[in-house]
């Protein structure tokens, strides 16, 4: 099995920037594609940004050009790199991972809380 652990939340104000991290660790080589979703009260899961093995991305149209999603295959990490952050990005993050999905829906963390105020 793949576990997933994130850390970087917090609180911040509007404009600023955090960093999110997630390692992966168990059955790794199983791992293909990784990325962050969230979660805000009263809504659905939405994906946030996902990155392939091969470093193929994918951003919602509501964070292209303020987040940066990278990761380093060797250790089995993926990043969001969060900037100009809005009170409208608050929400639970989880990083996920995935076999052979797209984006990736296999294995969930247990999320990390991102407060912006305003």
């Known amino acids: 099995q793949v576990q997933l652990m994130e850390s970087g939340g917090g609180l911040v104000q509007a404009g600023g920037s955090l960093r999110l991290s997630c390692a992966a660790s168990?059955?790794?080589?199983?791992?293909?594609?990784m990325g962050w979703y969230r979660q805000a009260p009263g809504k659905q899961r939405e994906l946030v940004a996902a990155?392939?093995?091969?470093?193929?991305?994918r951003y919602r149209d509501s964070v292209k050009g303020r987040f940066t999603v990278s990761r380093n295959n060797a250790n089995n990490t993926v990043d969001l790199q969060m900037t100009s952050l809005k009170p409208e990005d608050t929400a639970v993050y989880y990083c996920?991972?995935?076999?052979?999905?797209?984006?990736?829906?296999?294995?969930w963390g247990q999320g990390t809380q991102v407060t912006v105020s305003s």
């Open positions: 168990g059955s790794i080589f199983s791992i293909n594609a």
């Open positions: 990155i392939s093995k091969g470093g193929r991305t």
């Open positions: 996920a991972a995935g076999r052979n999905s797209w984006p990736p829906i296999d294995y």
